[in-house]
Structure formats: structure tokens, C-alpha cells
């Protein structure tokens, strides 16, 4: 069974910078791509980014809003996904949630890690 | 960027009736390489993580209902369940995938009449 769990999510002052996880395992994840997802609260989802697997060159793409600010990486030693977030926003509050990424479509999800961004 | 817009906003259905959501995209997703439509359903229900529902805008992912049907082709999109259920009030994403950025639509909340 797929499971991906997200962790590193919490509270955090406008300014501030915070590093999220997201671990897999019941696949081989350094064949995955890998892509985070948010959703603000009471809203509807948003695509963050995505990242290639190793074999397929690992580069990693952020949507325009982020891509300035965020980062994702991999290491495929540990199973782990990483979301590391900088120059961070009070609009960047949201429920962050990894996924795995099978032809494009997003075919399995964590439960998501909570991000507020507040003075 | 390509736009995906849903309609309508929120809808509400008697059980054991149709229901049937649009999505649109401003370009198309069919992809002349090989004829696929790169457009997926998600289903989210309150408290969850979104649910893949459906993936090449009409193929149903293992052990999805089949009261659930996805079709169209090009930029318009149909989700459709055939007789509602209780189990499926949640609210229901359109998204396009062939390229980043993996644009989803604003949504649709489906809930009991």
C-alpha cells in the first residue's frame, strides 16, 4: 500500500522560512515523480510543484507565485520529499500535501501538513 | 499557463439522481501523439485529501464506483454520477496534467437536495 506522510508544518512569522517532508513508502520512490500540492483554508487546491525521479533527470518546476521562494528536492535515500520555504507569506497559509505523480496525474496523496504564516 | 474553469460553483442533487459537472480548459488537452486527453477528476471530501477519480478524462481509477463516468475530449469535460449517494457530497477538481504547471479548477460542491 502507498503511504506518504508529511511532517515539518507549524507556525511561522511572515519572513520566516520552514523545510516540509514528505515520507514514502509501499513504492520504489526514487522511480516517482513527486509533486506538492496546498490548499488555503476554505479553499480550493493549488498546484506548488513538481519533481522529475532521478532517472528522468530529477529537475524539480514551481508554479510562477513560488517559484521565486520555494524549493523541491529529493532524496531518494531516505524516501523523502522535501518542500523548503522561504520569504514566506501570510497567503502561504494552507494545508500542504505531497503526492506522487503517475503520468501526470496525481494518483496518491498524504494527509497533509498545516503551514500558518502569522505575525 | 493553461485556465481550467469548473461549472457550476456548487450544485445540489437529489439522492438517487444525475449529477454532471464541467470543466473546461482554454487550450486543449488532447495531445495528437497519442490521442489522449491529459485531464483527470478529484474527488475531496470534507476533512480528506483529494481522491484520484479519473485520469485520460475518462478512464475510472481502481475501485472508483461506476456510477462515476468522465468524458469529453479537447477543452470540454463531463463528469458525471450516474445516481448520487450519500458517500458523494464532497467537492470535485478538474486538472489538467500533460505539463507543469498541473492546473486544477476552482471546484465544484456537490451536496444532498
Known amino acids: 500500500e502507498v503511504r506518504l506522510v508529511e511532517s515539518g508544518g507549524g507556525l511561522v512569522k511572515p519572513g520566516g522560512s520552514l523545510r516540509l517532508s514528505c515520507a514514502g513508502s509501499?513504492?520504489?520512490?526514487?522511480?516517482?515523480?513527486m509533486s506538492w500540492v496546498r490548499q488555503a483554508p476554505g479553499k480550493g487546491l493549488e498546484w506548488v510543484g513538481r519533481?522529475?525521479?532521478?532517472?528522468?533527470?530529477?529537475?524539480?518546476d514551481c508554479a510562477a507565485p513560488m517559484k521565486d521562494r520555494f524549493i523541491i528536492s529529493r532524496d531518494d535515500s531516505k524516501d523523502t520529499l522535501y518542500l523548503e520555504m522561504n520569504s514566506l507569506k501570510t497567503e502561504d497559509t494552507a494545508v500542504y500535501y505531497c503526492?506522487?505523480?503517475?503520468?501526470?496525474?496525481?494518483?496518491?496523496w498524504g494527509r497533509g501538513t498545516v503551514v500558518t504564516v502569522s505575525s | 499557463d493553461i485556465v481550467m474553469i469548473q461549472s457550476p460553483d456548487s450544485l445540489a442533487v437529489s439522492l438517487g439522481e444525475r449529477a454532471t459537472i464541467n470543466c473546461k480548459s482554454s487550450?486543449?488537452?488532447?495531445?495528437?501523439?497519442?490521442?489522449?486527453?491529459?485531464l483527470a477528476w478529484y474527488q475531496q471530501k470534507p476533512g480528506q485529501p483529494p481522491k484520484l477519480l479519473i485520469y485520460?478524462?475518462?478512464t475510472r481509477e481502481s475501485g472508483v464506483p461506476d456510477r462515476f463516468s468522465g468524458s469529453g475530449s479537447g477543452t470540454d469535460f463531463t463528469l458525471t454520477i450516474s445516481s448520487l449517494q450519500p458517500e458523494d457530497v464532497a467537492v470535485y477538481y478538474c486538472?489538467?496534467?500533460?505539463?507543469?504547471?498541473?492546473?486544477f479548477g476552482q471546484g465544484t460542491k456537490l451536496e444532498i437536495k
Open positions: 503526492a506522487t505523480v503517475s503520468a501526470g496525474r496525481l494518483a496518491h
Open positions: 509501499g513504492f520504489i520512490f526514487n522511480d516517482a515523480w
Open positions: 519533481i522529475k525521479s532521478s532517472a528522468d533527470g530529477g529537475t524539480a
Open positions: 487550450e486543449s488537452v488532447l495531445y495528437s501523439s497519442n490521442n489522449k486527453n491529459y
Open positions: 485520460w478524462a475518462s
Open positions: 486538472q489538467a496534467y500533460y505539463s507543469a504547471p498541473y492546473t
